[in-house]
Structure formats: C-alpha cells, structure tokens
C-alpha cells in the first residue's frame, strides 16, 4: 500500500495499492464494465499494467462519439471507481481516435480529453490540461521519455469494451 494523498476534481485518497498484471486489477475492471454504459464507446487498456511490472495507476483510453457531456461522465465514473478501490485510473478520452501502439508506431501525438485540468499529489499540483468547451484537453506525445527510458517492455493495447 503506497501512501501518497491524491486529489483528482471532487475524488480525494491518501492510501493506494500496487499493483502488477491485469489479474491485480480485474475486479476493477469489472466494476467499470459493469457499472458504467458503455454503448457506442470502447474502453483500452495499456502501459506498465500490461507488462507485469509493479506499477500505481492503470492506464485506459476511451474512443468513441465526440460528445462532450457523455464523455465527462464516463471519465468520471471511471475516476470514481478507482479511488473507490483505492487503484488510481489514468483514464483519458482519445480526441483523434488513434491510440498509439508501442509494437507498430514510432512517434505520434494524441490529443486527450481528461477528467480536470489538474490533479494534486502529494504537496504538488499538476496543470496538464486546458479547459476548452465542454472538455478539459492535452496533447500528448509518444513515445514519453519516461517509457523509452524505463526498460520496459511495453505491449499493444488491449480492448476491454
């Protein structure tokens, strides 16, 4: 159990588990099938999670229909689950609908829809999104210079929904 308070919008934990393999978190991964409508939008999994390496977050992309208001509620709920289960989701909405796949693509960048514009950890405060419209949005840039130094053998994503 990692200790590190973490406030993301209206979601506040202090204790988080480690985890490692899909099998760690699979019973958070039925909650967000289960719980949540996903009609008309597909929910992917990706990164450290995949690899079978100790890892504190698990990192989702969602795809589907641009509409602003259907996606904060999933991003939401998903966020909700997982301070629930004390397992941080690092979910984002796929803009341009094109997830990168460390196997296939060399560099690309995406731009997400998250659930706010800045998230606290610890004593620290992260602004990494702009609010635009209805949707508070990033770029981001693949592959990060985290992953490419980590060792990591990183594996395509997998489609859950």
Same mark, same amino acid.
């Given at each position: 159990?990692?200790?590190?308070?973490?406030?993301?919008?209206?979601?506040? #934990?202090?204790?988080?588990?480690?985890?490692?393999?899909?099998?760690?978190? +699979?019973?958070?991964? &039925?909650?967000?099938?289960? +719980?949540?409508?996903?009609?008309?939008y597909?929910?992917?999994?990706?990164?450290?999670? &995949?690899?079978?390496?100790?890892?504190?977050?698990?990192? &989702? /992309?969602i /795809?589907? $229909? *641009?509409? $602003?208001?259907?996606i #904060?509620?999933? &991003?939401?709920?998903? *966020?909700?689950?997982? =301070?629930?289960? !004390?397992? =941080?989701?690092? *979910?984002? =909405?796929?803009?341009?609908?094109?997830?990168?796949? $460390?196997?296939?693509?060399? *560099?690309?960048?995406?731009?997400y829809?998250?659930?706010?514009?800045?998230i606290?950890?610890?004593?620290?405060?992260?602004?990494?999104?702009?609010?635009?419209?209805q949707?508070?949005?990033?770029? !981001?840039? =693949?592959p990060? /210079?985290?992953?490419?130094?980590?060792?990591?053998?990183?594996?395509? $994503?997998?489609?859950?929904?």
């Open positions: 159990m990692k200790q590190e308070a973490i406030t993301y919008g209206s979601y506040s #934990n202090a204790e988080w588990h480690t985890i490692n393999g899909l099998s760690s978190v +699979e019973h958070v991964i &039925l909650r967000i099938k289960q +719980e949540i409508d996903w009609k008309g597909q929910l992917w999994i990706h990164g450290s999670i &995949l690899s079978d390496v100790d890892t504190h977050d698990i990192d &989702l /992309t /795809t589907g $229909p *641009v509409t $602003p208001q259907k #904060n509620q999933l &991003l939401q709920e998903v *966020v909700r689950i997982g =301070f629930e289960e !004390q397992i =941080f989701c690092d *979910v984002k =909405f796929n803009i341009t609908n094109d997830l990168y796949d $460390p196997k296939r693509d060399s *560099v690309k960048t995406i731009r829809a998250c659930y706010r514009d800045k606290r950890i610890g004593n620290q405060t992260f602004h990494y999104a702009q609010h635009l419209g949707l508070y949005l990033k770029e !981001q840039r =693949f990060m /210079t985290k992953t490419i130094r980590s060792g990591i053998d990183y594996k395509s $994503p997998i489609r859950l929904i």
